[in-house]
């Protein structure tokens, strides 16, 4: 069901497809794991919306575990997360950055939680567990970066190497 030619790479791993029904079967799961594993972010998503303008923005996304979930709010919007295929560990902060909850993450064949809607202006990321995450994202659109805030207290999102001990840290702490 793959039709390659009909993907479009806006920047690295992020590709949107033509057509007003858009459709995902394992092919296009293993078409983003290929390319997450060849992104510098390690990670790669398939935009079901027609752009970054659109109002509705739905997302097929492959995480690798390196990837760096930098901790971040969406200040007026908020978003659902659906599990496909892996483990991760969705991680909420409090304004100081302390812990307050960590979600347990998987399909719904695990016996784990399989859908969140977080709220706005929640302070959140992810721990991903497994080689790879499978998920679908939605959220209102437009995008706009001054929209969402990275959180101070955590490694900035390009520092991927310390962010990903940053999380490892908080994984093996209890949440307060």
């Known amino acids: 069901m793959l039709r390659q ?12 497809i033509e057509g007003s029904l858009i459709m995902a079967d ?8 290929a390319a997450a594993q060849r992104t510098p972010s390690r990670r790669a998503r398939l935009c079901a919306h027609p752009s970054p303008d659109a ?6 996304i492959v995480s690798h575990r390196e990837t760096y ?11 659902s997360m ?25 399909p719904a064949s695990s016996a784990r939680v399989f859908f969140y809607r977080m709220p706005d202006r929640t302070f959140h990321s992810l ?4 080689e790879m995450l499978v998920f ?5 659109g437009p995008f706009r970066p001054e929209e969402s805030e990275n959180a101070s207290w955590a490694p900035v999102h390009t520092d ?12 093996a702490r209890p949440p307060v």
């Open 82 to 106: 659906l599990v496909i295929e892996g483990l991760a560990d969705a991680i909420i902060f409090d304004e100081a950055g302390r812990v307050t909850q960590r979600v347990p993450m998987g």
């Open 160 to 171: 991927v190497s310390a962010g990903r001990r940053y999380i490892q840290s908080l994984v």
């Open 127 to 130: 721990s991903i567990e497994t």
């Open 55 to 60: 109002p509705q923005h739905d997302m097929l």
């Open 26 to 33: 394992q092919s296009m799961i293993e078409f983003l794991k």
């Open 69 to 79: 979930v930098a901790p971040h709010r969406h200040f007026i919007k908020s978003e």
């Open 5 to 16: 030619g009909e993907l479009k790479e806006v920047a690295p791993g992020i590709f949107y």
């Open 136 to 140: 679908v994202e939605s959220t209102k």
